[in-house]
């Protein structure tokens, strides 16, 4: 295989593979000449015994960097006994520097009848040389990481594997390498799943971590462990479903600081107001974005050296109730259930330095003013339909809830958003359909760092939405949306009242495009300070008095393989 490229040619996407700059050892090498990768193997197949590989492959940069690296591939099976390797050395020139690149993975196995055993082992040494060939330079590192199993055939229904091994690390000192830190892993896994049990697993580790030189890496001794369990399964034929994931464990959290960096306008999250003019780019001045079009700015979380003891658990779940899975026919009481419909999802990440009562280990305690919390990611959410199938109407009532938290290097900042909705749906015409959305939400947000990005705010609104659709092709719909916000008295107490009249056409032409537009009109009465962090979540990035809002969105395909998207927005 061969592969030329220009020094000239921009390519629009990476075409080579995540790990081509790490495995060449060209991080810090300048790719700005004419390049060349060309590539010879060999190899030997037998049906019996498996396979084996022998390849060399040459890069070149022009007056930049040569590199040479041989590689061997092998998958062997000699009646019980087997093995895996996957192992390569490299060997490269760039400008006043040299490196050698020695590396394998591999796996030697018995099978018994009951069993396996055997002994996973993996090693990589990179040392980099200057003018001085002796002596090695930055970026010179080794491991070896080693691990002994027995597990159980695949073919038997309770899987079971037991494992356990040493990881060495080796860092640059003095111009050698020197042995830094050694770890000791343990682990077990085991796994019921079948028939009967669609998903049912669960694993278990324990790490040392031991330091041989504290002035080779930042790292403190600890010892760790990690818990895991998936769980999945359907009952009541179908009726009901679930799937589970929970998780915990102990480590090191890093204290973290954050920055924002601009980005094109409308590939970023977050938007920057100067409210005190004075043209500096405080922390307290970016906002999440409210429109697309205007966020211009991502968040860069920079971790610190700073560490502190944690103890972490996960847990993801799901679930969905459907009684006409079984009552679809029934009538009475049973007919009657058989309309209703369930679906409910909890998420939790959290992280405490609490390892009493339990703390550890509760992922249900999600309340970012815990001040035993260090950092939190949850949300849930339960929505129950009356009639969702139904052609003529349905009812709905939703509940979601977002919490996060963050450890920051000097506090924490925490954000909450709670919502509650009802939504009724009639469809009175085959043209006509006429909803309501009320509802009821809380947010609130804290923060140590930085200043006026504390509040709590109470909401109420509702939104009657009327749509119609006299074919496939074209669909109108207009709306009136009343929300009133409240900031806590204690906070402040500002109030915002915003009153929008708003109406969105779309028009769809099969296999050619679809054009939409859409326009809203909203009035905004507000007591506050409008150029604040405060401001800009109670007024949602608008002004008081009138605004307008619109946008045009155009779509066409010009061929199988091209569509052309035109969009604008204005307010």
Same mark, same amino acid.
């Given at each position: 295989?061969?592969?030329?490229?220009?020094?000239?040619?921009?390519?629009?996407?990476?075409?080579?593979?995540?790990?081509?700059?790490?495995?060449?050892?060209?991080?810090?090498?300048?790719?700005?000449?004419?390049?060349?990768?060309?590539?010879?193997?060999?190899?030997?197949?037998?049906?019996?015994?498996?396979?084996?590989?022998?390849?060399?492959?040459?890069?070149?940069?022009?007056?930049?960097?040569?590199?040479?690296?041989?590689?061997?591939?092998?998958?062997?099976?000699?009646?019980?006994?087997?093995?895996?390797?996957?192992?390569?050395?490299?060997?490269?020139?760039?400008?006043?520097?040299?490196?050698?690149?020695?590396?394998?993975?591999?796996?030697?196995?018995?099978?018994?009848?009951?069993?396996?055993?055997?002994?996973?082992?993996?090693?990589?040494?990179?040392?980099?040389?200057?003018?001085?060939?002796?002596?090695?330079?930055?970026?010179?590192?080794?491991?070896?990481?080693?691990?002994?199993?027995?597990?159980?055939?695949?073919?038997?229904?309770?899987?079971?594997?037991?494992?356990?091994?040493?990881?060495?690390?080796?860092?640059?000192?003095?111009?050698?390498?020197?042995?830094?830190?050694?770890?000791?892993?343990?682990?077990?896994?085991?796994?019921?799943?079948?028939?009967?049990?669609?998903?049912?697993?669960?694993?278990?580790?324990?790490?040392?971590?031991?330091?041989?030189?504290?002035?080779?890496?930042?790292?403190?001794?600890?010892?760790?462990?990690?818990?895991?369990?998936?769980?999945?399964?359907?009952?009541?034929?179908?009726?009901?479903?679930?799937?589970?994931?929970?998780?915990?464990?102990?480590?090191?959290?890093?204290?973290?600081?954050?920055?924002?960096?601009?980005?094109?306008?409308?590939?970023?999250?977050?938007?920057?107001?100067?409210?005190?003019? @004075?043209?500096?780019?405080?922390?307290?001045?970016?906002?999440?974005?409210?429109?697309?079009?205007?966020?211009?700015?991502?968040?860069?979380?920079?971790?610190?050296?700073?560490?502190?003891?944690?103890?972490?658990?996960?847990?993801?779940?799901?679930?969905?109730?459907?009684?006409?899975?079984?009552?679809?026919?029934?009538?009475?009481?049973?007919?009657?259930?058989?309309?209703?419909?369930?679906?409910?999802?909890?998420?939790?990440?959290?992280?405490?330095?609490?390892?009493?009562?339990?703390?550890?280990?509760?992922?249900?305690?999600?309340?970012?003013?815990?001040?035993?919390?260090?950092?939190?990611?949850?949300?849930?959410?339960?929505?129950?339909?009356?009639?969702?199938?139904?052609?003529?109407?349905?009812?709905?009532?939703?509940?979601?809830?977002?919490?996060?938290?963050?450890?920051?290097?000097?506090?924490?900042?925490?954000?909450?958003?709670?919502?509650?909705?009802?939504?009724?749906?009639?469809?009175?015409?085959?043209?006509?359909?006429?909803?309501?959305?009320?509802?009821?939400?809380?947010?609130?947000?804290?923060?140590?760092?930085?200043?006026?990005?504390?509040?709590?705010?109470?909401?109420?609104?509702?939104?009657?939405?009327?749509?119609?659709?006299?074919?496939?092709?074209?669909?109108?719909?207009?709306?009136?949306?009343?929300?009133?916000?409240?900031?806590?008295?204690?906070?402040?107490?500002?109030?915002?009242?915003?009153?929008?009249?708003?109406?969105?056409?779309?028009?769809?032409?099969?296999?050619?495009?679809?054009?939409?537009?859409?326009?809203?009109?909203?009035?905004?009465?507000?007591?506050?300070?409008?150029?604040?962090?405060?401001?800009?979540?109670?007024?949602?990035?608008?002004?008081?008095?009138?605004?307008?809002?619109?946008?045009?969105?155009?779509?066409?395909?010009?061929?199988?393989?091209?569509?052309?998207?035109?969009? @604008?927005?204005?307010?």
């Amino acid at each position: 295989d061969n592969e030329w490229r220009s020094k000239d040619f921009p390519f629009v996407e990476r075409y080579r593979p995540v790990e081509f700059e790490r495995d060449g050892n060209i991080t810090t090498v300048p790719q700005d000449g004419d390049q060349l990768l060309s590539q010879a193997s060999v190899g030997l197949f037998d049906s019996k015994n498996g396979t084996a590989t022998l390849s060399s492959s040459l890069f070149h940069i022009d007056q930049r960097y040569d590199g040479l690296r041989q590689a061997l591939q092998g998958v062997m099976r000699f009646g019980r006994f087997s093995v895996n390797l996957d192992g390569s050395l490299l060997n490269t020139s760039a400008d006043t520097t040299s490196s050698d690149f020695l590396r394998h993975k591999a796996q030697v196995a018995w099978r018994f009848k009951p069993f396996t055993i055997g002994v996973n082992d993996e090693h990589e040494r990179n040392i980099f040389h200057d003018a001085a060939p002796s002596v090695l330079a930055l970026g010179s590192y080794q491991f070896q990481d080693w691990e002994a199993f027995v597990q159980s055939p695949d073919s038997v229904k309770a899987k079971l594997r037991f494992g356990a091994g040493q990881r060495y690390d080796k860092a640059l000192r003095g111009g050698l390498l020197a042995p830094s830190t050694e770890a000791t892993n343990y682990n077990a896994t085991i796994d019921l799943s079948g028939a009967k049990v669609r998903k049912l697993s669960a694993t278990f580790s324990y790490r040392q971590l031991r330091i041989i030189d504290s002035t080779l890496t930042t790292q403190p001794a600890e010892d760790t462990y990690l818990a895991r369990l998936d769980h999945a399964h359907s009952a009541w034929k179908g009726a009901f479903s679930w799937d589970m994931f929970y998780e915990f464990g102990s480590g090191l959290e890093q204290k973290s600081e954050y920055i924002y960096v601009q980005v094109p306008a409308g590939q970023g999250t977050y938007v920057w107001h100067d409210y005190n003019g @004075d043209g500096v780019k405080d922390l307290n001045e970016f906002e999440l974005a409210n429109f697309d079009y205007e966020a211009d700015y991502i968040r860069v979380f920079v971790p610190t050296t700073e560490t502190v003891r944690v103890f972490s658990n996960q847990l993801s779940a799901s679930g969905e109730l459907r009684p006409s899975a079984v009552w679809r026919e029934a009538k009475g009481v049973r007919g009657f259930l058989s309309r209703f419909n369930d679906v409910a999802s909890f998420r939790s990440d959290r992280k405490t330095g609490d390892n009493e009562n339990g703390s550890a280990f509760n992922p249900f305690s999600i309340d970012p003013l815990d001040t035993s919390l260090i950092a939190l990611n949850g949300s849930s959410r339960n929505t129950i339909y009356f009639d969702r199938s139904s052609r003529t109407w349905s009812l709905d009532h939703t509940y979601q809830s977002d919490r996060s938290k963050s450890l920051l290097l000097n506090g924490s900042e925490s954000r909450l958003r709670e919502s509650n909705l009802i939504h009724m749906r009639w469809n009175t015409t085959n043209q006509w359909t006429f909803e309501l959305q009320v509802g009821t939400a809380r947010s609130a947000s804290t923060s140590d760092l930085t200043l006026g990005q504390t509040w709590s705010i109470a909401e109420r609104s509702g939104t009657p939405k009327l749509t119609w659709q006299p074919n496939t092709r074209l669909r109108g719909t207009f709306f009136v949306t009343y929300v009133d916000k409240q900031n806590l008295e204690e906070l402040g107490g500002e109030e915002a009242e915003v009153r929008t009249l708003g109406a969105e056409f779309r028009f769809n032409s099969s296999g050619k495009g679809s054009l939409q537009l859409t326009a809203n009109l909203v009035n905004i009465s507000y007591n506050g300070v409008v150029d604040s962090s405060l401001g800009t979540e109670m007024l949602s990035g608008l002004k008081p008095g009138t605004n307008a809002t619109w946008s045009a969105t155009l779509q066409r395909r010009l061929s199988d393989h091209l569509q052309v998207d035109l969009t @604008d927005n204005g307010r």
